[in-house]
């Protein structure tokens, strides 16, 4: 599932303050690669403006610089141009680009309900999981009654 962010929204910054203090938006992606991590999506984050550092994002987080257009107008005209806006959620605290990206098809969430959806992905039980652990092959073949001479 494709997650959209609004950067600056979520981390409080404008686009000019972002630039001149780079630590909060790091913060935020490195925030956003850990909960990759844990079992979430594909993470886009759309940041206003541009940065002309472009440093390295870290694992599982895409980034995009919206200039000269705003993050908003970034996510709305990209939304138009996808055959499947209804497999994106987008994750602000903007309800006006909330409300606009509905009307576009795709969903819409605060970072509140993406945080408290990511935590209860990392809490359920996972195929994945079991997949990794050991397998005890003698305790198979005893489960379905298997011959071991003849295995």
């Excluded at 200039?67 to 309800?95: C, W």
């Amino acid at each position: 599932m494709p997650y959209w962010f609004d950067g600056n929204n979520l981390i409080g910054q404008s686009a000019a303050r972002a630039r001149a203090d780079a630590e909060m938006r790091e913060a935020f992606l490195s925030k956003l690669s850990s909960l990759h991590r844990s079992g979430g999506g594909r993470f886009l984050v759309y940041f206003d403006g541009d940065d002309p550092d472009r440093r390295a994002t870290p694992p599982g987080v895409s980034v995009r610089y919206s200039a000269p257009a705003s993050s908003d107008d970034a996510i709305l005209n990209r939304l138009k141009e996808i055959q499947r806006p209804a497999e994106v959620i987008v994750v602000t605290n903007d309800r006006a680009l909330m409300a606009r990206c509905r009307n576009g098809g795709a969903k819409a969430i605060n970072w509140e309900e993406f945080i408290t959806k990511m935590q209860s992905r990392s809490n359920a039980p996972s195929t994945r999981r079991h997949a990794e652990q050991p397998v005890d092959v003698d305790d198979w073949i005893d489960y379905f009654g298997l011959d071991k001479t003849k295995i």
